[in-house]
């Protein structure tokens, strides 16, 4: 448990601190919010009230129209006795009524609803003649009351305010006399540029016909009720408009009606359409409007108030933010200082524990002193021991490496020996014959392989330094040409088929010509080693250029060598022949080594034909010319 608090108790300050400023962020926020809410709140209500009582004080000054023209004889005369004279009176009088009103249209309906008399006679969209007896201001007014309506008109399809009168005379209704009255001129006022605010007005059944937004315009908060629908559709009020719901949501909700509901931002420059994505708050206020049942909604933007809002919650986390840091700061002071008496007292703790130490450790260095000179006497009788036998060591390395030569030199001369012997041995032959030319090729052919003695023999010479003439320039056709006169006289040569790819001019590579022909010894005679002898032996011999390099192939159609051996190959005395010494590759692979040249070995895939290839890869002599000359593929490849 104690462990446990005071795990925590260091953790409970800043956990305090952070609180404590979420709290007074949060609450700045609201109270400010709340307050500017307020505030826009009494702002919209004295807006709201001045917008419904002009938009009122606009209809009611037309509310005389339908019934000063209601109160003329000359009507009830057409109405009574209608004919062409007295329509075209009619006609003239309403015009001159109109002009001095600036409504839209005044009009003369008989008892059945149709048109006889209109002030747009002369227009295409005349009412003369066109039936309104379905529209709710008819049968109001000849019920004997005053025609109220708002809809879109059914012969001008535009929306408009219906004021219609009844004419009567001696008790007895005899039509109506209607009035309408465009009110595009009030959405027009309210659309002020730069107005941070919205206006609609909703009819009784909830259908915006009056908006700043167009888009606004002949939409509903909710779905209609059947009811409506019906008496909407029977007076065609809204005529093709289909009445869809406008996207909103309420947030919140006020006693007196008011409400905080988000909407879709009208696109800029263009009030017909909204964003689609940018939405935003806004407060809205209701008023009552007028005798229709109407309602006008007054609608502000949120942003200033959530802005001011975030402004206020900003200062009061800056200003508790600074006030922690000034307190923090003073107890980081206090703590200093507190700080710096105690580590004045531990010092001076730590001096006299020191004295004390140091006393100790000087008895300690004493005693350590003595043991480090016994353990260096050790170590010198230590290391005399070791130079002993390193000299031991050097000594057997020499004595296994002259082995190793001997071993070597042994393997590279017991072929020139038999060569030697064979060709000796026809020398006789031919001389006892009188066959001296061909004495003398072999001859000549015996001092060859005397030098080649020679150079076997030279390279125990390597031993303390390189040769000289490890990179000569030879002529790799001459090479191969030397190394198969000696082929020939081995045992079962006659089992040997060579196949031979050359490139049209001879190469000349940088080597020791001896040393070439050792090599491509060593490759032909393991290769013929590797075949069962009850088997012919297949040799395809391929050379190809490749820039400054002459690439020598040498492929065989044995068994191949078996994976676990073709990472050993090249090292001295291994081998998987049953007598062999295992000195033939190494000993090749030097001698490339030494030319700067490489010595590659892969067995070939059945698909290829299977067998071992050797891959010799020497560099060009210079000034030889880079004739590119392509190869020339063998049967097998």
Avoid at 24 to 50: F, I, N, P
Avoid at 123 to 140: A, E, L
Avoid at 438 to 456: E, P, Q
Avoid at 566 to 593: C, M, N, Q, V, W
Wanted: aromatic share 8%; proline share 3%.
């Amino acid at each position: 448990m104690a462990f446990g608090k005071w795990t925590l108790r260091p953790a409970l300050g800043p956990l305090l601190a952070v609180g404590s400023l979420v709290v007074l962020t949060w609450a700045s926020y609201a109270w400010v919010q709340q307050r500017q809410l307020d505030e826009l709140h009494r702002t919209l209500d004295s807006r709201a009230e001045l917008y419904a009582a002009s938009i009122g004080g606009a209809l009611n000054k037309y509310e005389f129209l339908p019934l000063a023209v209601a109160q003329s004889d000359a009507v009830a005369q057409l109405l009574e006795q209608p004919s062409a004279d007295k329509v075209t009176q009619i006609n003239a009088y309403l015009v001159d009524m109109n002009r001095r009103a600036g409504a839209f249209a005044v009009y003369v309906l008989d008892d059945k609803g149709t048109t006889l008399a209109s002030s747009n006679w002369q227009d295409r969209s005349s009412y003369v003649g066109v039936n309104y007896g379905f529209r709710p201001y008819f049968k109001d007014a000849f019920a004997g009351g005053i025609g109220r309506f708002y809809g879109i008109g059914f012969s001008t399809f535009e929306a408009g305010y219906f004021i219609s009168q009844p004419v009567q005379r001696d008790g007895r209704i005899l039509g109506i006399v209607a009035a309408k009255v465009n009110l595009d001129w009030i959405e027009q006022s309210w659309r002020t540029p730069g107005a941070g605010e919205q206006i609609w007005v909703k009819d009784a059944n909830g259908v915006v016909i009056l908006a700043t937004t167009p888009a606004f315009k002949f939409k509903t908060l909710a779905p209609l009720s059947p009811a409506a629908k019906k008496d909407i559709s029977e007076q065609r009020q809204f005529l093709q408009e289909n009445l869809s719901i406008l996207p909103h949501q309420v947030r919140r909700q006020f006693a007196d009606g008011a409400s905080v509901m988000t909407l879709e931002r009208p696109q800029a420059g263009d009030t017909s359409a909204l964003s689609g994505n940018d939405k935003v708050n806004y407060l809205a206020v209701n008023r009552a409007l007028g005798p229709l049942q109407w309602q006008i909604t007054v609608l502000a933007e949120l942003d200033q108030v959530d802005e001011a809002a975030r402004n206020a919650a900003i200062a009061a986390a800056l200003g508790w933010a600074l006030l922690l840091l000034a307190l923090m700061y003073a107890r980081q002071r206090r703590r200093r200082i507190a700080d710096k008496l105690n580590a004045q007292q531990t010092l001076a703790r730590a001096y006299e524990q020191l004295e004390i130490k140091v006393e100790q450790r000087t008895a300690d260095l004493v005693h350590a002193n003595g043991r480090l000179q016994a353990e260096v006497a050790e170590r010198e009788r230590a290391e005399q021991t070791l130079r002993y036998a390193q000299a031991e060591l050097v000594q057997s390395g020499k004595l296994a490496a002259i082995g190793q030569m001997a071993a070597g030199v042994t393997h590279e001369l017991n072929q020139p020996l038999a060569a030697l012997q064979t060709f000796s041995d026809n020398a006789k032959v031919f001389l006892a014959r009188g066959r001296i030319d061909d004495a003398l090729d072999n001859l000549s052919t015996i001092s060859d392989l005397v030098k080649r003695l020679g150079y076997v023999t030279s390279q125990l010479k390597g031993f303390a330094r390189r040769s000289d003439d490890a990179r000569k320039p030879v002529s790799v056709r001459q090479a191969f040409a030397q190394t198969m006169l000696q082929m020939r006289t081995r045992k079962n040569s006659q089992r040997l088929t060579l196949h031979e790819s050359w490139l049209e001019d001879d190469i000349i590579v940088l080597c020791n010509a001896i040393g070439l022909e050792q090599v491509f010894t060593n490759l032909i005679t393991n290769a013929m080693d590797a075949v069962p002898e009850s088997e012919p032996v297949q040799i395809w011999f391929q050379v190809r250029r490749e820039g400054d390099l002459a690439v020598l192939r040498i492929t065989d159609n044995g068994p191949g060598i078996p994976l676990a051996s073709l990472d050993k190959i090249f090292d001295p005395f291994y081998t998987t022949k049953e007598h062999g010494l295992g000195l033939g590759l190494s000993i090749s692979a030097g001698i490339l080594r030494a030319a700067g040249s490489t010595l590659a070995v892969r067995n070939r895939s059945a698909q290829e034909g299977g067998g071992a290839q050797f891959t010799i890869t020497l560099s060009c002599a210079p000034g030889e010319k880079n004739k590119e000359t392509e190869e020339t593929p063998d049967a097998r490849e």
